[in-house]
């Protein structure tokens, strides 16, 4: 069964920093593509970062660009996120998700609760 799990969430104040982890079992990371979205209260879930399973490459949300670093440790199975100058539209639940581009077969995590607050 696989099982995708996030930590790292927590109360940080604007301009701080977090690193969020998501640890894959059940599942060769390697396979994968992966990214995090995500949602703020009573709004849609929005993508944030991808990172390629292939060549590393990355891309990033405008709102997150210059401020938020993707990467992978596919040995560990591991996605991580270093979110730094964090804002207070940063506030959402955070989730990784494993996918195959251009298929139907992806994976969610449960989510990480991430606020931002003075």
């Known amino acids: 069964q696989v099982q995708l799990v996030e930590s790292g969430g927590g109360l940080v104040q604007p301009g701080g920093s977090l690193r969020l982890s998501c640890k894959g079992s059940g599942i060769t990371f390697g396979r994968y593509a992966l990214s995090w979205w995500r949602q703020e209260l009573g709004k849609e879930r929005e993508w944030v970062a991808n990172?390629?399973?292939?060549?590393?490459?990355?891309n990033y949300a405008n709102s997150v660009k210059g401020r938020f670093t993707i990467s992978r440790d596919d040995a560990e199975n591991t996605l991580y996120l270093q979110m730094n100058s964090l804002k207070l539209e940063d506030t959402a639940v955070y989730y990784c998700?494993?996918?195959?581009?251009?298929?139907?077969?992806?994976?969610w995590g449960q989510g990480t609760q991430v606020t931002v607050s003075s």
């Open positions: 998700k494993a996918f195959i581009p251009r298929s139907d077969n992806d994976y």
């Open positions: 990172i390629s399973n292939v060549d590393d490459g990355t």
